[in-house]
């Protein structure tokens, strides 16, 4: 009987260890909630060539806009829908995305291959290199507020040139309900809290993408392209 007990002993912990191997503490909910199974469903939810062809209508406009660039980082970048639809755009272009979900990260790889993924959390990316374009594309809805100022920073300061942000926007901020969640989705005026926060950024040009768009639809998103002035 106590052999028996060993054996099974051994095999739950084979089972359940990598699991407790691969769970991480965060410094917010938000982190862990994206990180874990909502992330993974997520993924589900947001593949398709629809998604990409209207990233590439949004791109293209946004990018009529700016000078040539080199270098992009997307923070957030999820399974690599923007970024490929910016390799579309600019073959040439080196290509790097931040994503905290295992899962989607290991699809972000394929599309700009390993070296220029970091799977890791948005508050804990830490680089040297710089970027002709950082970008953020419905990911600030979803960190906790307290920790804004922190991302715009890194964004600011990752950036040689241009700053792009896509979000869901308010005047002022507020807290939605995001799919029976509570305290996961926030709206707010992220781009004009990034130029407050430094004076030497400035608008370049912004627009709104309608749900309902009959051609490219996007869900109600507002996007700025922003530029960093020496």
């Given amino acids: 009987m106590a052999k028996r007990i060993q054996i099974l002993v051994r095999q739950i912990f084979k089972i359940n260890a990598p699991e407790m191997n691969e769970k991480k503490t965060y410094k917010t909910e938000q982190e862990g909630f994206w990180s874990g199974k909502f992330g993974n469903e997520y993924i589900k939810r ?27 980082l997307e923070f957030g970048a999820n399974i690599g829908l923007n970024l490929e639809a910016i390799k579309q755009l600019l073959p040439q272009a080196n290509l790097s995305g931040i994503e905290i979900n295992s899962k989607a990260a290991e699809k972000l790889q394929t599309v700009i291959g390993k070296e220029n993924t970091f799977n890791e959390s948005l508050l804990e990316f830490s680089t040297t290199k710089k970027f002709d374009l950082t970008l953020i594309k419905g990911v600030l809805i979803h960190i906790n507020p307290d920790f804004l100022p922190q991302v715009y920073e890194k964004l600011y300061n990752l950036s040689r040139k241009y700053i792009i942000v896509c979000e869901y926007y308010n005047p002022s901020p507020v807290s939605v309900n995001y799919r029976g969640h509570s305290d996961r989705l926030f709206k707010r005026d992220f781009a004009g809290e990034i130029m407050e926060m430094f ?31 020496e």
């Fill in 46 to 72: 947001n593949e398709g060539s629809q998604i990409l062809a209207s990233n590439v209508h949004l791109f293209s406009k946004i990018f009529s806009s700016i000078d040539p660039i080199d270098s992009v």
């Fill in 199 to 229: 004076p030497k950024v400035t608008l370049v040009d912004y627009g709104f993408v309608y749900r309902k768009d009959r051609m490219f639809p996007m869900d109600d998103v507002t996007w700025f392209l922003l530029k960093k002035e």
